[in-house]
């Protein structure tokens, strides 16, 4: 079994499409979605916790393809420039994953990668350009 | 009873006892504050946050043939300068931005880059666009320059913040329904998150509440560099209400600041991008506070937890120029990352840095220890809580224009 995190980008005319049932049904995967965030008939965004055997993973992501989502795996999405990072904490209260955390005995912003789902929150309230998208 | 001249005598002997306005809270519980007033010399504060009000002004030299950029149009690195003095002075704001940057034209506007990010590259010794156009003279015939230069090249480059260190600050909220962008970060609405201001108990105004050491002509860490307390900062407002021990419980005073931008270092002036609202400078600043008496040290010793803000709502209140106070909160309980408003548990987050703050501190306690900074006397104190100043809002009047004779 193979788990992938993965985000979803759906165009306006597959947004009231059963998607993830899909998923699971026809390709017998396990699906955990970690965020959501969808607009009828606008733009959908789902990130999504993947698990199955890699065979029906990959017909999974092929069946995606097909249909016109846009898929893009997770984690390495987000980077943080420690350098450029004052530890302000301002990012740290909008990260929904607590990927980006304070110790609060020394005030240090630390990020633990893993538990990033990339929702790029960081990205829009770092005042110094510390956190980036990896393209 | 100690005089600053004693303290700078042993600072010179390598004897004076320095510690942090973090770590003496500790040592006045332990000690009790009447033998550490006598143990103690100096204790040092620091700061490291956004602060609006600060610029740079810089005299650039004199091109050949000459130009009068006074009067004229000005840019460094596209970044609009105020040309309005002599020459070939010019000054820099660190909330300007470009002509051509969109600003808000798409909500939320990024503000890459502006007057801060300028400066910033100025102090890592980066080379900067110089562009002017201006009308030409006898005296000064060319009309149009366009040169590269750094700050080596030019002959004066100093640091002037109107206002900075503001001793205490709102915690904004946002009670609308959508998200706001403002100066305070993004508010997600419906109390999603909280965000504060200070450096609380290691901030240089909150551990001198009534400036009974901090005045004109203290010389402080500004910037990685020495510089002054050059004035009362804008919107110096030091009679608002205080705690019983004499912490202000909202923003009260503040204080401009100069210092020699040649000195200073990029760690500590940050250009700083607010989505949705603009560009300005992460300065940090470190005040150290002479332990004269009893008095100084006990207040030095303030805790998070004895200093108090008001929860603020972005949405409504602060933008229509209303009163009101949602709530009153404890830095220490800001600081554990979430606050109870309205019975719902309300994440925490800081615009400025507190770890930053601390090793501000730090580095002015070396500096000091190792007798390469001496304690300056204030030439001028600052208005205090008796100075019966009020920080008023702009009372726009009807202009009446005169009838054409």
């Not at chain 1, 965004?45 to 993947?50: F, G, I, K, R």
């Not at chain 2, 000054?91 to 470009?98: D, I, K, M, Q, R």
């Not at chain 2, 972005?314 to 979430?338: D, F, M, N, W």
Request: net charge neutral; with cysteine.
């Amino acid at each position: 079994m193979t788990t992938t995190k993965v985000v979803l980008r759906f165009p306006p005319d597959l947004t009231d499409q059963p998607v993830t049932y899909n998923l699971i049904k026809e390709y017998d995967l396990m699906v955990n979605i970690l965020r959501g965030h969808i607009i009828p008939k606008e733009e959908g965004m789902l990130v999504l916790e993947v698990t199955g055997k890699k065979k029906q993973l990959q017909r999974g992501m092929d069946y995606l393809a097909k249909i016109g989502v846009e898929t893009q795996k997770l984690s390495k999405d987000i980077r943080w420039l420690k350098d450029l990072c004052t530890h302000c904490t301002a990012c740290t209260s909008l990260c929904p994953t607590h990927a980006l955390s304070v110790e609060r005995n020394t005030m240090l912003v630390s990020f633990e990668k893993a538990d990033c789902i990339a929702c790029e929150m960081c990205v829009t309230v770092c005042p110094y350009s510390a956190m980036e998208v990896q393209v | 009873m100690k005089t600053i001249q004693e303290i700078n005598e042993k600072i010179k002997k390598g004897k004076a006892v320095v510690l942090t306005a973090e770590e003496i809270i500790g040592f006045v519980e332990k000690k009790g504050a009447k033998r550490v007033a006598e143990e103690v010399d100096v204790v040092t504060t620091g700061t490291f946050g956004p602060m609006c009000s600060s610029g740079a002004y810089f005299n650039v030299g004199h091109a050949k043939p000459r130009i009068k950029i006074g009067g004229g149009k000005a840019y460094l690195n596209d970044v609009p300068v105020y040309t309005g003095f002599a020459a070939v002075d010019i000054l820099l704001g660190a909330t300007a931005v470009p002509d051509d940057d969109p600003r808000n034209a798409v909500f939320p506007g990024k503000f890459p880059y502006g007057g801060g990010h300028v400066i910033e590259e100025l102090v890592a010794g980066k080379e900067v666009r110089l562009t002017a156009t201006t009308y030409g003279t006898d005296c000064y015939p060319r009309k149009k320059l366009e040169t590269r230069i750094t700050l080596d090249d030019m002959n004066e480059a100093v640091l002037f913040n109107p206002r900075n260190c503001y001793q205490n600050y709102n915690v904004a909220v946002n009670l609308s329904d959508r998200p706001i962008y403002t100066y305070m970060g993004v508010l997600q609405p419906r109390l999603g998150n909280a965000n504060y201001c200070s450096a609380g108990q290691l901030s240089p105004l909150l551990c001198d509440p009534f400036y009974r050491t901090i005045g004109v002509g203290t010389r402080i860490f500004l910037g990685g560099g020495t510089g002054y307390v050059a004035w009362q900062g804008t919107q110096h407002s030091p009679c608002v209400p205080r705690t019983d021990l004499g912490v202000p419980k909202t923003a009260a005073g503040t204080i401009a600041v100069i210092g020699d931008l040649k000195q200073m270092d990029p760690r500590w002036l940050r250009g700083t991008s607010f989505r949705g609202y603009g560009v300005t400078l992460t300065v940090g600043i470190g005040v150290p506070i002479p332990i004269l008496d009893e008095e100084t040290l006990a207040q030095t010793a303030v805790r998070d937890e004895d200093i108090v803000a008001q929860v603020v709502d972005y949405s409504e209140t602060y933008p229509q120029r209303e009163s009101g106070s949602l709530a009153e909160v404890s830095y220490a309980q800001l600081k554990t990352g979430e606050i109870s408003l309205d019975g719902k548990k309300v994440p925490t987050a800081s615009f400025s840095s507190y770890a930053m703050a601390r090793e501000i501190a730090g580095i002015l306690k070396d500096w000091i220890q190792k007798g390469e900074f001496l304690l300056s006397e204030y030439v001028q104190q600052l208005p205090s809580s008796d100075s019966g100043i009020v920080f008023k809002g702009l009372q726009e009047k009807p202009i009446r224009f005169k009838k054409a004779v």
